[in-house]
């Protein structure tokens, strides 16, 4: 699925906090620029970051890439032992710095700053509730939403002290889904996941070696820890931390120099309902290299290209994909259907974003600019391409033009997702129902649409198996998957 036909997420959310003693030896602004790049896949549009000694907070946004946003005198100023950081990618919400997370807001109880990934459901009447205070809302993001409930609406009366993690759970009994959090204030960083854990956080630790004057004057070694919040566990392999476990649908986490400790989980409002984990997380937007649910995202993918194998064989002289999101799943086609596994294509890596054309020969020399067919590897050959899902449908026909042009015998289209047929309104950035294509065309249809020899989805009960039969403990682990854009089902009720 290339740059014309992709889903967009939200964002990422990293975070997190040391004793005073490591980041006085490791540089935590560093830890955090290098958390942030991993995640950049889940936004490219703003970045920012807020620090935070215990007294108070320092912050940089900028609109942009990570690598372009900080710079070693941008990032200066930025002290402290606590940090929180943001990758956007708008889905409510202009495209503007104002937009930029995270939001820091002044309180009774001092600053608080907060990082969302995810869309509210039901933000619309949130926001009449909040404005109905009298609180004014300087943006139409729903982070902000979400920070002016944590703030301005006391769990029990007038309290005595911030109690941070009632006013949490307050926040998550109005606020349905969808939603991880990431929250800054003087005491500590905390860690949020919705009832239906419908976005991913996760839990991760760095062990330190810190050496420590003594009193004598001699160096003394300490272990120490820096703990941490993210998006994906794929931020924890360049900062060379490890994977504690993923945060819990509905579970409050609080990270200290101290530890972790969890502060409860919020029920969902029909408890005998299942969680409702994006199952796209699988299919497309998570790194390959990012565990989910104790199962890598990349064995899952090969998972769904063993199953489409199963349900879609065909006669066939070679499996191969347009480089590079759909290649694990080609991997367990190849596997299962004992097909060899050929490159067609070499990617151009210095080719920026192919835009929409406004002409079918202009966007052929999109396509021809960023590819480049290897022609040896599949001339007089019936090939198999995999992708792992077709959205409007604007950049497979050129692609397999170009394939038939240059000597494929047949193409066979094979899409290791069933078609998607329905709007997100949980953080994912899905066109409308006219846009996708799905529901204009059926698989034979877009077929012939697309000049493929065949073209076949996977099914909803064949991904929804892909993915569980590689969950350890699946129904002990109350495992449960949002599939709404495909099936048109979503786990709460939608605000109209």
């Known amino acids: 699925m290339e740059e014309d036909d992709v889903l967009r997420d939200s964002c990422a959310v990293f975070g997190c906090v040391a004793s005073p003693e490591a980041v006085a030896n490791f540089s935590l602004t560093n830890l955090m620029y290098l958390g942030l790049m991993a995640l950049q896949h889940r936004g490219q549009e703003s970045t920012g970051m807020v620090t935070s000694n215990g007294n108070e907070m320092f912050v940089k946004k900028g609109m942009g890439l990570v690598a372009n946003v900080y710079g070693p005198e941008s990032m200066k100023h930025l002290a402290g032992h606590m940090a929180i950081g943001h990758n956007r990618y ?32 039901n933000a619309q009447s949130l926001r009449k509730r ?31 002290g911030p109690q941070w993690g009632e006013r949490i759970k307050h926040l ?56 941490i919040l993210s998006s994906e ?38 408890e005998d309902s299942l969680p409702a984990f994006c199952i796209f997380e699988y299919v497309y937007f998570a790194r390959a290299d990012t565990v989910f649910e104790n199962q890598l995202v990349y064995e899952a993918r090969k998972n769904c290209g063993r199953r489409l194998a199963i349900e879609a064989p065909v006669n066939a002289d070679i499996v191969s994909t347009v480089p590079e999101s759909a290649t694990p799943a080609a991997f367990g ?20 974003r192919t835009f929409i054309q406004p002409s079918n020969h ?63 309104f949980m953080g994912i950035n899905i066109p409308t129902k006219s846009e996708l294509i799905a529901n204009r065309m059926n698989a034979e249809e877009l077929a012939k649409h697309l000049g493929a020899t065949s073209l076949v989805y996977l099914s909803t009960d064949g991904l929804k198996k892909a993915i569980q039969q590689g969950i350890k403990g699946g129904k002990e682990q109350n495992v449960g998957h949002c599939t709404a854009c495909l099936t048109g089902t979503y786990p709460v009720e939608l605000e109209w």
């Open 172 to 227: 998550m009994t109005v606020a349905k889904c969808s939603y991880s959090i990431v929250i800054l204030t003087n005491d500590g960083l905390y860690g949020v996941r919705d009832p239906y854990g419908n976005r991913p956080l996760c839990i991760g630790k760095l062990d330190l070696s810190v050496p420590n004057e003594t009193e004598n004057g001699k160096k003394k070694i300490t272990e120490s820890s820096i703990y």
């Open 333 to 352: 086609y190849s596997e299962q259907s004992g097909i060899p596994y050929s490159q067609v294509f070499v990617k151009n890596r210095y080719v920026g």
């Open 90 to 121: 708008s889905t409510a919400g202009k495209s503007e710095i104002v937009n930029c997370q995270p939001f820091v807001v002044n309180t009774i109880h001092g600053k608080i700053a907060v990082a969302h990934n995810g869309e509210l459901v």
């Open 130 to 160: 909040i404005l109905r205070h009298g609180v004014g809302l300087s943006t139409d993001s729903d982070s902000e939403l979400i920070t002016q409930l944590m703030v301005s609406e006391p769990p029990c009366g007038e309290p005595s």
């Open 362 to 424: 202009l966007r052929k020399l999109g396509v021809t600019t960023k590819f480049g067919p290897l022609t040896q590897n599949f001339k007089d050959k019936r090939v198999v391409l995999l992708d792992d899902s077709i959205v409007r449908g604007n950049t497979m026909g050129p692609i397999i033009q170009l394939l038939m042009e240059s000597g494929a015998k047949e193409v066979h289209v094979r899409i290791a997702s069933p078609p998607v047929k329905h709007p997100c």
């Open 233 to 270: 566990s794929c931020a924890f392999h360049s900062i060379r931390a490890k994977l504690v476990r993923d945060v819990k649908p509905g579970e409050i986490i609080k990270l200290s120099e101290n530890g972790i400790e969890s502060l409860g989980i919020v029920q969902r409002q029909h």
